[in-house]
């Protein structure tokens, strides 16, 4: 994965860290959000109202989108990684409805565990020892998580392991779609996913009431802010600064899930949660100093 946050002006670190606890904040009021509509929706149909209604703040994109040019590949990208979204969301607000906030949120933190797997397998990236021995620590993490054989693994567990790979999916896609323009990439997603939701909506639909359409627009609008916050924060600060902030989504979604819920805290979920942000974190921040190292310092650019 590359350091997102490697950029002229990612020297900002107190910014980025302020930009990613608004993100995580977000994150938290999206988790909020859809926990509180529960079940009286079908997942499909909740998903594809998101996004439908999440259209509405497309509206600025819309000028890059069309100035932006695309060929025939990077349409079939843009679908296989709509394809791919659209079944992380579809197995994401399942999730939502059969387990705890914090068990969610804390297996979703496998997606940058995934990604840095299946760069080595697919694009061919080099697994050191250390990055293999913090992808072993981030499993050890789910699996005191599930702890199969002590309690049931519910359909909702089962459906998170889906999430974070169908989403891990759909970053490595986007890595190949990073020169296009941010603007083009994240509306072409949201176009794609939408369109993709459509028939598995159709499928399931029940009439919504008007305070649900509320309620899901207010999922779309803190989503966004949450994505655009999470990009101020890698342009303000390098990731290996900015990851370890994300933690504390996980603190906050278990404090909420008690609080307005009434779900139990799980130290087990903690600790495994701790473990794969630590995981995730160290990766992130060899990634950092690898990247550092194999940059030619300013004197030599010169020669």
């Known amino acids: 994965m590359a350091d997102k946050g490697d950029t002229p002006d990612a020297h900002r670190p107190v910014a980025g860290i302020l930009w990613m606890l608004a993100t995580g904040l977000n994150f938290v009021g999206v988790t909020a959000v859809v926990k509180h509509v529960g079940g009286d929706m079908p997942a499909a149909e909740a998903a594809f109202l998101r996004y439908f209604l999440g259209l509405i703040f497309l509206i600025p994109m819309l000028g890059p989108l069309f100035r932006s040019a695309m060929t025939r590949s990077d349409l079939k990208l843009y679908a296989w990684r709509g394809a791919a979204h659209t079944a992380g969301v579809i197995c994401w607000f399942y999730a939502m409805t059969k387990i705890p906030i914090a068990e969610v949120t804390a297996m979703n933190y496998l997606n940058p565990v995934y990604v840095t797997i299946g760069a080595a397998l697919i694009f061919g990236e080099q697994l050191a020892t250390r990055r293999i021995a ?157 990247k550092r190292q194999a940059t030619p310092p300013t004197d030599a650019a010169k020669l």
């Open 134 to 290: 913090a992808i072993a620590v981030a499993f050890v993490g789910v699996l005191i998580i599930l702890r199969p054989g002590f309690r049931e693994v519910s359909p909702g567990h089962v459906a998170m392991l889906f999430t974070a790979l169908f989403f891990a999916a759909s970053y490595l896609l986007a890595s190949r779609l990073s020169g296009k323009g941010a603007a083009a990439v994240v509306a072409m997603l949201s176009i794609t996913v939408t369109i993709g939701l459509a028939p598995f909506a159709a499928a399931v639909w029940v009439t919504p009431t008007l305070s649900q359409l509320f309620w899901l627009l207010l999922v779309a609008a803190f989503a966004t802010a949450g994505h655009f916050s999470m990009t101020m924060a890698f342009r303000a600060a390098p990731l290996a600064v900015t990851q370890p902030v994300s933690f504390l989504q996980l603190v906050w979604a278990t404090a909420l899930g008690w609080f307005a819920f009434g779900e139990a805290v799980d130290g087990w979920v903690v600790l495994g949660g701790a473990l794969i942000v630590g995981a995730v974190s160290f990766i992130t921040w060899r990634e950092a100093v690898l």
